[in-house]
């Protein structure tokens, strides 16, 4: 059943990306949470390390991705508030 | 090692807690990319179903929450775009 967590990772890692290049683009992060992309981007960090530890692939490698996508998001919210 | 996956399982789903809130008062959604949540939560409801099959506590019941937070945004990201 691992290909749920690899459909699973694809579809929240590349979900990301969309939003990402949107922010990049349209520089507009007025109804985006600081709150929101601090936390999640520790988070994020903190479910890469916990992947590693019990060896989860889906879950290690989704969560580095993921959390490269989630900092130029945060960095755009801290740069254009 | 647990309570690493716990912290991580905390962060990243009360992140949407502050998105949630900002959303639903604030209408605005302009920033917010329906791609990225369209994907986001038909993937947290994934993780939800694999922490499921592999039997992990942390990863089902944050992507619970996570699923609730995450759909409450785009309804209004739906309803106010």
Redesign the interface.
Known sequence: ?AF??W??????????L??AI??VK?K??????L??????T???F??M??GF??G?I??MLSNIVTFLFASIVLTMKLKYK
């Not at 507009?28 to 949470?33: L, P």
């Not at 709150?35 to 999640?40: A, D, E, I, L, N």
């Open positions: 059943m749920i967590g459909i699973a990772a694809a579809l929240t890692t590349f979900s990301f969309p939003q949107k922010t349209e507009n992060t007025s109804g985006i949470s709150g929101m992309y601090s936390m999640f520790a988070g994020v903190l479910w390390v916990y530890i019990i989860d889906p879950l």
